[in-house]
């Protein structure tokens, strides 16, 4: 996967553009509304707004007088307890947006009173998300971007002995308070007993979400998602990384997920081993589900640095909230690659390789390798047979949860 960073000051507009929509429409509505409030209505018949003078002016200066002067009161550390990313890191984006959208700019209203400042309006968004507030909206799947392959599976395979891992698949259920009642059996499953709405992502080993796929109803498991889902849509298209790798001295052509039981028996696909008897498939079932944490500790660190989507969500339509969700999902990659945790760096002269999908009848041989289940059963045998005769360090080492 060659590498490339959504976030950084790049040539590519249209990532960049991508990024400001995320974020600045993630609390955009809420600024709104509470903009909103200002408006009173005074007469039954003849509806007439009048201004309430908050001083905003001086909200500005306190904010900028606590965090972002040059002696601010608050230092690094509180200040990135409280808006869960460092200042400088905080700075860029709210430049980013500024120069991106006029919205996240100090501009005059109808009765040209000066409004809020960038600061104060990035400020209300990114809390909104630390602290539980609600947000807002995007209509698509959210490919994040590709990353050396070459690294990724030098990192995965250091850390998890398991050679030819791009990471780990999972899914996570995010509930839904305001869920209307005429859909709440469609987004309500039998071991939730309220509605949810699904988010399927695949996480790397420091954490980095590449790929996330969110709002598909509750009622759904792991399975029905991942058939919807447009994670294997380059590979059938012909259009994805080179990831070959040898395991065993066996050559395979693409690199695989860790994921559980659920999941189909597919070549991308490697899962555990219910009930192993022998001690090869003990010690693979073992290793395996140590390694498969990456996306569960990757789970719980976003839920607990976004605390909005620890709570049950409470806007009306899925459209809300799948920004509010992308958004949060941007800004864990963003703060990962900050703090020089990310495997990868951006690198702006990487190659894409092809890009030009293959002919129909290629599409559906890839299809079919993809969904093979003679290669799954080969590549689990391979990959039992690595870990038996090349993982030396005591069962477990290396994979306990790290804090965050």
């Not at 790397?204 to 759904?220: A, C, T, V, Y």
């Not at 080179?242 to 490697?270: H, K, M, N, Q």
């Not at 002919?359 to 559906?364: E, G, I, K, S, V």
């Not at 041989?365 to 045998?381: K, M, Y």
Request: aromatic share 12%; glycine share 6%; proline share 4%.
């Amino acid at each position: 996967m060659p590498s490339n960073s959504w976030w950084s000051s790049s040539s590519d507009e249209e990532d960049e553009m991508f990024f400001a929509n995320v974020v600045l429409r993630a609390g955009q509505i809420l600024i709104e509304e509470e903009e909103e409030e200002e408006d009173v209505s005074s007469e039954s018949v003849i509806t007439r707004r009048i201004r309430i003078n908050r001083d905003r002016e001086g909200a500005h200066e306190k904010l900028v007088n606590d965090y972002f002067s040059d002696e601010p009161l608050y230092n690094d550390e509180i200040f990135r307890h409280s808006f869960r990313m460092s200042r400088r890191l905080f700075t860029r984006i709210a430049n980013d947006l500024a120069g991106l959208d006029p919205f996240f700019t100090q501009r005059p209203d109808a009765r040209n009173y000066e409004g809020f400042t960038t600061l104060q309006k990035c400020t209300a968004a990114i809390r909104q998300l630390a602290y539980g507030t609600v947000a807002d909206a995007l209509d698509e799947y959210l490919q994040m971007s590709a990353r050396t392959t070459r690294e990724f599976v030098q990192a995965h395979e250091a850390r998890h002995e398991f050679p030819g891992m791009l990471g780990s698949i999972d899914c996570m259920h995010w509930a839904w308070h305001n869920c209307p009642t005429a859909w709440r059996g469609q987004y309500t499953r039998g071991d939730h007993s309220h509605p949810t709405l699904i988010l399927e992502a695949v996480a790397s080993q420091d954490l980095w979400i590449w790929h996330s796929f969110f709002g598909l109803p509750g009622s759904l498991n792991d399975l029905n998602v991942l058939y919807q889902s447009a994670i294997f849509t380059d590979f059938v298209n012909g259009t994805g990384p080179d990831t070959r790798f040898t395991v065993s001295g066996v050559e395979y052509r693409r690199g695989y997920y860790l994921a559980d039981g659920i999941y189909p028996s597919w070549s991308t696909i490697v899962k555990t081993i219910p009930y192993p008897e022998e001690e090869k498939r003990k010690k693979f079932a073992k290793r395996q589900e140590a390694a498969r944490k990456d996306i569960e500790r990757a789970f719980g660190v976003l839920q607990k640095k976004w605390a909005v989507l620890e709570q049950p969500a409470r806007a009306f339509t899925p459209k809300r909230l799948r920004l509010c969700m992308y958004a949060c999902i941007l800004l864990h990659n963003m703060i990962i690659e900050d703090e020089g945790r990310a495997i990868c760096e951006y690198d702006e002269n990487a190659s894409y390789g092809n890009t030009v999908p293959v002919d129909p009848p290629q599409q559906d041989l890839n299809s079919f390798s993809l969904t093979n289940d003679f290669t799954h059963a080969n590549l689990q045998q391979d990959l039992v047979e690595h870990v038996w005769n090349n993982v030396n360090v005591a069962d477990g080492g290396g994979d306990g949860d790290e804090d965050e």
